[in-house]
Every structure is written in C-alpha cells, then in structure tokens.
C-alpha cells in the first residue's frame, strides 16, 4: 500500500475520531482486552442507539482530542482501548457500562470527559447511580402538572366563593365600624352632665328649731289629745268637756 494513502486513512481517522468528541457530550474511555466480538455487539446494544463505540488506536486518539480541544485523555490512552461517544444521555450509557462491567469483569472503564471536564472511574460510576434524563423529565412533568392543575383550581374556583368572601368580608368592616344609630357609649347621657364640666352642688337644708327643742304650751292652754294640737286624718275632733257649773 503507497505511503500516501496510508497517511490519508490515518489523517480521516484522525478527523472522524476528533468530529466524534466535538459531538457528544460525554466520552467514556475503556479497555476491552479479552471481551469476544460477540460481547462487544452486546456493549453496544447496552449501552442505546444515542453511544457510539468504538475501538480506537491511541496514538490517533491522541492527536484526535488535541485537535478537538479535549484535555484528560491521553493519560488513559494505555492498552486496548474503546471509547463510547454519548451524544444522548449520559447518565443512560454509564448505567449500560457499569452494568455490563458487572457481569463481564473483563470490561474495565477508565474514565472520560463529560461536557469538556475529565471523569475518574469513580465519577462514571456515580454517574451511573443518577436518575436517568427520562426519569428525571417525568417527575419534572410531574411536578409541573400538579403546580398547573393547582393553579386551575384557584382560578376556576366559582364565583359563588369569591361572592361570599366578599360579604364576609364586608361584614367584618361593619362590625368594626360604629352604628350611627346607636349613641355613643364614651359620649355623655343629655340628662347627665359632661365629665369635663363641674356637678352642679346639692341645695343646702334648710335650718329649723329642733323640734325637741320646741316650746312647751304655756300655762293655761288646754292639753291637746295624744300631746298634739292637730286631729289625725278621719278622726273627728273631740268635743269639749261640760264646763262644771259654780257651786
């Protein structure tokens, strides 16, 4: 084979393999040593139709992810090495890979970059322990429909409810507010005098004899019935005695 041509296919799988990280959003490096081609097949279908992987040689991986702007790969381009290109969700293809490494302990992952920032082994596992993006929509879509279906309640709510809101309402400021019907309670009675004008002073009595110190009847009146000169009310006066003629 002409060195030319050989130097072409190195530079298109250069090119391919650069298009390939500017394109996803996350590469999960692995080594594959000692996996069949039929386990291979099976990684892919593990790991959906949104990964791409792909056996690579690392020397064009090299110059590929310095093309593409891409730091964290070389030091984990050691051995057989196969990249899985995500331009799905991530948190999907590393499930499919630490799954798939669970039961083919022949697969190991390495690590990898995720939106242009490197990953450890550690990391993609992690990452694997995340709720899915699917997941993660539906409990999102979820959440907003019952905040929505809340929000139609209020707004549908009948008007008969915000009819008796307001009255209630209105009979709360009614009752707060004084009746201009009723007097006043800090408000004087007519007939009782201001607090802020004097009560008007008690006619003094009038002073009189004492009655026990009344004068006794002269010598020579008669005595009256009962020591009083007046007749009780529906009693007839007594009539005078006979005067007793002179011996």
Do not use: C, W
Request: aromatic share 2%.
């Amino acid at each position: 084979m002409p060195a030319t041509r050989i130097q072409y296919n190195k530079s298109a799988a250069v090119a391919e393999i650069a298009d390939s990280f500017r394109n996803s959003a996350a590469a999960l490096l692995t080594e594959y040593r000692g996996l069949s081609v039929g386990e291979i097949t099976a990684l892919r279908r593990a790991l959906g139709a949104g990964t791409q992987y792909a056996v690579v040689k690392n020397t064009l991986t090299k110059i590929a992810a310095s093309q593409a702007g891409v730091d964290g790969v070389e030091a984990l381009l050691a051995g057989p090495t196969a990249i899985a290109f995500v331009e799905g969700d991530p948190v999907e293809a590393a499930k499919g890979l630490r799954d798939f490494a669970r039961t083919h302990p022949l697969l190991v992952i390495k690590g990898g970059v995720l939106d242009g920032r490197p990953l450890s082994a550690v990391e993609i596992n992690r990452l694997a322990d995340l709720e899915s993006r699917e997941v993660l929509l539906a409990k999102l879509a979820g959440a907003m429909k019952g905040s929505l279906s809340q929000a139609v309640g209020l707004f549908a709510a009948p008007l008969t409810q915000v009819a008796r809101l307001a009255v209630a309402l209105r009979d709360v400021k009614a009752a707060a507010e004084p009746d201009p019907s009723e007097p006043d309670p800090s408000e004087p009675h007519p007939s009782e005098p201001h607090p802020s004008e004097p009560a008007p002073s008690e006619p003094a009595p009038q002073t009189g004899a004492d009655p026990s110190t009344e004068a006794a009847p002269a010598p020579g009146d008669p005595p009256t019935e009962g020591g009083s000169s007046e007749t009780a009310p529906g009693q007839e006066p007594a009539e005078p005695a006979a005067a007793t003629p002179d011996a």
